[in-house]
């Protein structure tokens, strides 16, 4: 919650920032006309290098947003695959052993499903991962000492366990891979760059508020979106679509 109102609150603040922009170059524009005595001077070339910057950087920043966010959904998908086949697995251990690792790893699975639901509570959320690190440990002993003996297991259930449990690290980089900082910095600092220059061109114009909010609404609601697309479980973005195979991988193994 407070990550969402901390987004809508800088969008809300970019806009306002890039109306202020448009005004301040306007009457930068018109003032140096009165001085001049002449047209505001034409200035495509800067224009055109400030907007073409603007526009690559909101294209970088919402493609590798996308492509972060569409890898953390494979992810995912993969977690599910590993945590299925692990248990499935469980099939080569002898009868009597099976039962209390099948509900170890149902108690693993509810585990990792509250870890991301009680996102963005982030105290919550270590203390699940605790508990997930807790359960491996758990499952990792309890298949040891069942295996020993039985080949087929040795060779086939541990490897799978290693492939459960190394998806969570590499999950959890995923979700804490990110853009430096200094790059949002940057784009919103170039938005409000390019809205003094916006104001500054239609200087000699009659004033146009569609063409001024609209300009301000895009820009701020691109980087609104890029913010949310960036941050998933944070705001209104979210995986849980993705989240469902492991509640159907849950539901199987009742």
């Not at 809508?8 to 970019?14: N, R």
């Not at 492509?67 to 002898?94: C, H, M, Q, V, W």
């Not at 491996?136 to 080949?151: D, L, M, R």
């Not at 366990?161 to 590499?170: A, C, K, P, S, Y």
Request: hydrophobic share 50%.
């Amino acid at each position: 919650m407070y990550f969402t109102v901390l987004v809508v609150s800088l969008a809300v603040a970019l806009f306002l920032g890039l109306l202020a922009a448009q005004e301040i170059g306007r009457r930068l524009g018109v003032r140096h006309r009165q001085l001049a005595r002449m047209a505001v001077a034409e200035g495509g070339v800067v224009d055109g290098a400030v907007f073409a910057l603007l526009g690559l950087l909101i294209a970088f920043t919402f493609s590798g947003a996308a492509a972060r966010f569409e890898e953390r959904s494979k992810l995912t998908a993969e977690e599910a695959n590993d945590i299925g086949t692990a248990y499935l697995r469980l099939n080569l251990l002898p009868a009597d052993a099976q039962p209390d690792l099948r509900d170890t790893f149902r108690r693993y699975l509810d585990s990792r499903l509250a870890f991301y639901s009680v996102l963005p509570d982030i105290d919550r959320a270590k203390a699940e991962l605790a508990v997930s690190s807790k359960l491996q440990n758990e499952i990792w002993v309890k298949s040891i000492a069942a295996a020993t003996g039985s080949q087929p297991a040795t060779m086939l259930l541990l490897p799978s366990l290693n492939d459960m449990f190394d998806i969570v690290t590499t999950r959890t980089a995923a979700a804490l891979r990110h853009p430096p900082e200094i790059i949002f910095v940057m784009l919103c600092a170039l938005a409000l760059f390019g809205g003094v220059l916006a104001g500054y061109a239609v200087a000699g114009k009659e004033r146009s508020w569609v063409h001024t909010m609209l300009f301000a609404l895009t820009l701020s609601g691109a980087v609104y979106v890029i913010l949310d697309l960036e941050y998933p479980r944070l705001g209104f973005v979210r995986l849980d679509k993705a989240d469902r195979v492991l509640v159907e991988l849950r539901e199987s193994m009742n």
